[in-house]
């Protein structure tokens, strides 16, 4: 079915854009209009370029950098500023809480004192745009060739699930999601079309395990300046197996999953999820369509109403994964990520795929990234993928 | 000068060997011989082979497996026998620990009452090697040719730096350094001569903040049947390089570091730490030796002499890093590991040198690895490079 969603876009005092998503009437939010006389400091870029400035070498764009690792061949943006960002606040001082009628909203990013679902952009972003400075402008650290500069140029928003401080994704009701999922696809949309982004990442990562800074419900959305590491080397490969078969790589293997059964977790109308073959999580699955579809905006209205339905039954198996001692289920910290086709590279070979995955190997137990994977990039699993599938099979309803 | 090592091997009851370093008279260790009456249990794989054939698929070669995953073109170990590997004992139970004399050694790796430097198979290893199967032994999951499967090949082994569990790496005296350095380079050597490894690393994880389980102060070294994929993306870069300028990345690296000057942090007569110019993370320094080396058996005595100097200052400073509110320095959770020219591939192209890294941020604030860094490998730095060298320099002696 069309979902109805009113759609409202007002701006923040330091001119921060702010997209409202509200699924039902009487629409909740989106009267609050820019607040001019929004009483908090902006944040200074406090990075790189005013070291550098400092030291005086010549000048450079303002605003954050990026540093390419010859190394790695990889782009490392220098985001110093967010050193300064708020770090679990008290319940009633929650910035993604909606504003209490009266106030003077002077600890709260949301201007309405109601909303489904809300985007803005980040207040400390790890990438942002610059006012006249070209996202491709190019310069060398200390002038060595080795060592290209650009603008950390891109952009990073956060997006509520809801206005409820203390509930959760997998408590969301199926429309709500449904609405989630129309705020992805609308700013896949938005972000691709901004000039120099080349890769649209919309994610949430749940708990303190995984270093949440802020309890209320709520993931992010980056637009990448660059395709992320991850997506290069799966285009890679998707080439090879290209070149090798004439088939996309994403495609033979949901099928090859589905032949073979064993890591299947559940299966809808329009999507599959299975732990992958090679899984490097303690848990680990991922949810793709069964059509071929490049990302979230080419997904049609049955596919987003089953999205709702089978990503909230993944979740909630996924909250009982682990028992502590005491029986009581551990509320799974994870981070799911929605791996989307790049803007302009590889949309050919690319398939949408929704990855969520966990740091807890047992209740109470985190697996660390220490020497091998954090110094070698070398993963070693501490289960097996038939075991993680197993398990998410057994609590099916 | 040389440094004179007394190097005895012995063998654990379940086979595993071991290897004193000694490095002062009288020698300490090194009188104890196999213990066949070791009553300790000995470990059964309870990996995905065992599940495997219990499926009713045909037989796999017995011993841990790893699974090429097809997204990423990477080798993932299965390792679920780690699971049950011991966490953060007592000190009176610590399996590092020297002998108790008169005990029947039930709790602990090490036969002897006393040792300088030992290094031992690990009883939970991700890689080992199974007799009478070949480390290419290749097989297909599911029968799938999207899904290869191979042995966990390889070697991983313990080093205990010190017989004193209350010790770290950086309390060692130089001599001893040295000869952690002499086994390290022995460990090399000898692993690289396994029929199917491909890489050596010797690393340390220090710090219960990076999931260190046993406390006594130890590092490992893993012989990978494969080229890790930091190392292969190094080689990737180097091969560019070389294409484009007929000159050795690392070198290069190196020289502009000493040129620009501004993230150089110490320098001896055969070695410089540098933080490197796309540092990833919060705390990040690279020791490289002056002269063009592939790895540690390479390094002259008057080196290795020099770097037990070197690492020791570096890691006094890296003690020193942060201070807590109190104004007491926080001792630095970290991960240092050697990057060495693999076995076979690329060593014309490689160049020894250490990475030493922590997770730490702040006092008491640790880096995490969320969404965009875990899910799609973009790093994002909460500082700059030159920040991390200032710090290092102002904490010269």
Same mark, same amino acid.
């Given at each position: 079915?069309?979902h109805?969603? *009113? #759609?409202t876009?007002?701006?923040?005092?330091?001119? *921060?854009? !702010?997209?409202?998503?509200?699924?039902?009437?009487?629409y909740?939010?989106?009267?609050?209009?820019?607040?001019?006389?929004?009483?908090?400091? !902006?944040?200074?870029?406090?990075?790189?370029?005013?070291?550098?400035?400092?030291?005086?070498?010549?000048?450079?764009?303002e605003?954050?950098?990026? *540093?390419?690792?010859?190394?790695?061949?990889?782009?490392i943006?220098l985001?110093?500023?967010?050193?300064?960002?708020?770090?679990?606040?008290p319940a009633?001082?929650c910035? !993604?809480?909606?504003a209490?009628p009266? @106030?003077?909203?002077s600890d709260?990013?949301?201007?309405?004192?109601?909303y489904?679902?809300?985007?803005?952009?980040?207040?400390?972003?790890s990438?942002?745009?610059?006012?006249?400075?070209a996202?491709?402008?190019?310069?060398?650290l200390d002038g060595?060739?080795?060592?290209p500069?650009?603008? %950390?140029?891109?952009?990073c928003e956060?997006?509520?699930f809801?206005?409820?401080?203390d509930?959760?994704?997998?408590a969301?009701?199926?429309?709500?999601?449904?609405?989630?999922?129309?705020?992805?696809?609308?700013?896949?949309?938005?972000?691709a079309?901004?000039?120099g982004?080349?890769?649209?990442?919309?994610?949430?990562?749940r708990?303190r395990?995984?270093?949440?800074?802020?309890?209320?419900?709520h993931?992010?959305?980056?637009?990448?300046?660059?395709?992320?590491?991850?997506?290069? +080397? !799966?285009l890679?490969?998707?080439?090879?197996?290209?070149?090798?078969?004439? #088939?996309?790589?994403?495609?033979?293997?949901?099928?090859?999953?589905?032949?073979?059964?064993?890591r299947?977790?559940?299966?809808t109308?329009?999507?599959?999820?299975?732990?992958?073959?090679?899984?490097?999580?303690?848990?680990?699955v991922?949810?793709?369509p069964n059509?071929?579809?490049?990302?979230?905006? %080419?997904?049609t209205?049955?596919?987003?109403d089953?999205?709702?339905? %089978?990503?909230?039954?993944?979740?909630r198996?996924?909250?009982l994964?682990?028992? @502590?001692?005491?029986?009581?289920?551990?509320?799974?910290?994870?981070?799911?990520?929605?791996?989307?086709?790049?803007?302009r590279?590889?949309?050919?070979?690319?398939r949408?795929?929704?990855?969520v995955f966990?740091v807890l190997?047992?209740?109470?137990?985190?697996?660390?990234?220490?020497?091998?994977? @954090?110094?070698m990039?070398?993963?070693?699993?501490?289960?097996?993928?038939?075991?993680? %599938?197993?398990?998410?099979?057994?609590? +099916?309803?």
């Amino acid at each position: 079915m069309n979902h109805q969603i *009113r #759609r409202t876009t007002t701006r923040l005092a330091d001119d *921060r854009e !702010l997209i409202y998503f509200d699924d039902s009437e009487p629409y909740v939010s989106g009267g609050a209009t820019r607040r001019l006389d929004d009483p908090r400091p !902006l944040g200074d870029d406090g990075g790189a370029g005013a070291d550098r400035a400092a030291a005086g070498h010549a000048p450079v764009p303002e605003g954050p950098e990026m *540093r390419f690792d010859v190394l790695t061949g990889e782009w490392i943006p220098l985001a110093a500023h967010r050193m300064n960002r708020t770090f679990l606040p008290p319940a009633n001082a929650c910035p !993604l809480c909606p504003a209490t009628p009266g @106030s003077d909203y002077s600890d709260g990013e949301i201007p309405d004192t109601a909303y489904d679902v809300v985007v803005f952009e980040n207040r400390f972003p790890s990438f942002a745009s610059v006012p006249g400075t070209a996202p491709d402008t190019e310069w060398s650290l200390d002038g060595e060739a080795l060592w290209p500069v650009r603008p %950390a140029f891109g952009r990073c928003e956060v997006v509520c699930f809801t206005d409820r401080h203390d509930a959760a994704f997998a408590a969301l009701s199926p429309q709500r999601v449904r609405t989630v999922i129309e705020a992805w696809a609308d700013r896949t949309t938005a972000l691709a079309e901004l000039d120099g982004v080349e890769q649209v990442f919309c994610f949430e990562n749940r708990g303190r395990e995984i270093g949440v800074t802020l309890n209320h419900p709520h993931g992010q959305i980056y637009g990448y300046p660059f395709v992320t590491p991850r997506t290069a +080397a !799966l285009l890679r490969q998707s080439e090879a197996h290209h070149a090798r078969t004439g #088939r996309k790589l994403l495609t033979d293997v949901l099928e090859a999953e589905r032949r073979a059964g064993t890591r299947v977790v559940l299966e809808t109308p329009y999507w599959t999820a299975y732990v992958p073959a090679a899984a490097r999580w303690p848990v680990e699955v991922h949810l793709a369509p069964n059509r071929d579809v490049p990302d979230l905006p %080419a997904l049609t209205d049955a596919e987003r109403d089953d999205l709702a339905i %089978a990503y909230l039954e993944l979740l909630r198996r996924l909250d009982l994964f682990f028992v @502590s001692p005491d029986g009581t289920p551990v509320p799974l910290p994870y981070i799911a990520g929605w791996h989307q086709a790049p803007v302009r590279e590889g949309r050919d070979l690319a398939r949408l795929h929704l990855q969520v995955f966990s740091v807890l190997r047992a209740a109470g137990k985190l697996k660390y990234l220490a020497g091998s994977e @954090s110094g070698m990039g070398a993963w070693v699993s501490d289960t097996t993928p038939e075991r993680i %599938a197993a398990r998410l099979r057994e609590l +099916a309803p």
